[in-house]
């Protein structure tokens, strides 16, 4: 078993005050273990622990330092004021992802978890991919996946129960206006595609479920309200159906979420990032997480964002970035078997 490999994030948000919280909840967990990569300085910034930081040489030391430190494989870079988000801090931003990425392709870390990023931020230092998602789809170019490619974004949260709601985005990040120019049979065909090999070898479901979610309003109402489940979704669905998978038609989207038509499937899949983003993080927005599915590595993260309202003043909840750590690790046992 390697470490879990995190990233630092945007240092002035969240993500240097949850690393400490979530590893002094996790040291007692050597099958969590995990290293940051990051500039020591911006952890020591927002330190309120009794412990130490271990500057690691080899992401391979973080196991045996977990339990009394918290493991660092540093980069250059320097701390940030906490809530005043700076392009300057751009490149030690992107420098710890691909770091992490590297790390994982090398098979040096199971999985790579990361702390938030807030794009505009990086896209005024000219940061030229939307989000993680996009952006670790490029770092892994050329390295095949072990189900169909994506990137695909999903988001997961356990309801009261603790079943999973997990649903992917057959688009990500993009203006709702071009949503529906984007929503090509070839796209929704290769997002669903995605999801369901995900379902079985990362989440273990041996023959997944998957409902998939209209565009228009009442899944366009037999072509009234829209047309684009008529022309594009529902020719996809019957296209898989007829290889064996189980899949809906479009449905319609706002009956989707709630309890009882969640007991019908194991994932669904939404037309675009607000349709299905707001179920997850309503059901559970401490306990979510999200997903990068058809990447050669594994890839986790909390589902909250730098929330550079909070930063510094020490009430920041780790509690979405525990359960990142712990999806990684999860998922990198179905995909690996440790
Ligand atoms: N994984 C990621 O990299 C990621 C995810 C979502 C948003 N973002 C980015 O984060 C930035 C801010 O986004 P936003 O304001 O929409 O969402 P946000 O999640 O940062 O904040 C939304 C609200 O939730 C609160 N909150 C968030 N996390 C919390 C935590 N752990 N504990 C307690 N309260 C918490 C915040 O204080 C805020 O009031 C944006 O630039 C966005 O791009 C990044
Ligand atoms: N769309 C995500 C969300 O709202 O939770 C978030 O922006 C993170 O996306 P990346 O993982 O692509 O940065």
Avoid at 12 to 40: D, H, M, S, Y
Avoid at 57 to 75: K, N, R, T
Avoid at 311 to 331: F, H, T, V, Y
Wanted: overall charge negative; some cysteine; aromatic content about 4%.
């Amino acid at each position: 078993m390697r470490p879990l490999a995190l990233t630092l994030g945007d240092p002035a948000g969240i993500g240097p005050e949850v690393t400490w919280k979530a590893w002094e909840r996790l040291r007692g967990n050597p099958e969590l273990a995990f290293a940051v990569i990051a500039p020591p300085s911006a952890l020591k910034r927002v330190s309120r622990s009794e412990h130490p930081l271990a500057l690691l040489e080899d992401i391979s030391e973080a196991s045996d330092q977990f339990s009394h430190a918290l493991p660092v494989l540093p980069i250059e870079g320097n701390a940030a004021i906490p809530g005043q988000a700076d392009p300057v801090h751009a490149d030690t931003i992107t420098r710890s992802i691909q770091t992490a990425v590297t790390q994982a392709l090398l098979g040096q870390a199971d999985a790579v978890v990361t702390n938030p990023i807030a794009k505009d931020v990086l896209y005024r230092a000219g940061f030229s991919f939307p989000g993680h998602t996009e952006y670790l789809g490029a770092l892994c170019k050329g390295v095949a996946a072990p189900y169909h490619p994506g990137p695909v974004m999903m988001l997961t949260a356990p309801d009261s129960e603790n079943r999973d709601l997990r649903v992917g985005l057959a688009t990500i990040h993009i203006p709702l206006q071009t949503t529906s120019g984007s929503l090509t049979p070839d796209v929704v065909m290769s997002a669903a595609r995605t999801l369901l090999g995900a379902l079985k070898l990362d989440f273990g479901i041996e023959n997944p479920r998957l409902a998939v979610c209209g565009l228009n309003p009442h899944a366009g109402e037999n072509g009234a309200l829209g047309t684009e489940e008529q022309d594009v979704i529902n020719p996809v669905c019957r296209l898989l159906r007829s290889e064996g998978h189980d899949i809906s038609d479009a449905l319609p989207a706002d009956t989707l979420f709630h309890a009882e038509a969640r007991l019908t499937y194991d994932g669904v899949l939404a037309m675009y990032h607000d349709q299905g983003l707001i179920p997850v993080k309503t059901l559970d927005f401490h306990r979510g997480v999200n997903v990068t599915l058809g990447l050669p590595i594994v890839r986790t993260s909390p589902d909250h964002g730098t929330a550079f309202n909070i930063a510094g003043q020490g009430i920041a909840r780790p509690d979405s970035l525990i359960a990142a750590l712990r999806k990684a690790r999860e998922i990198a046992t179905h995909r690996h078997g440790h």
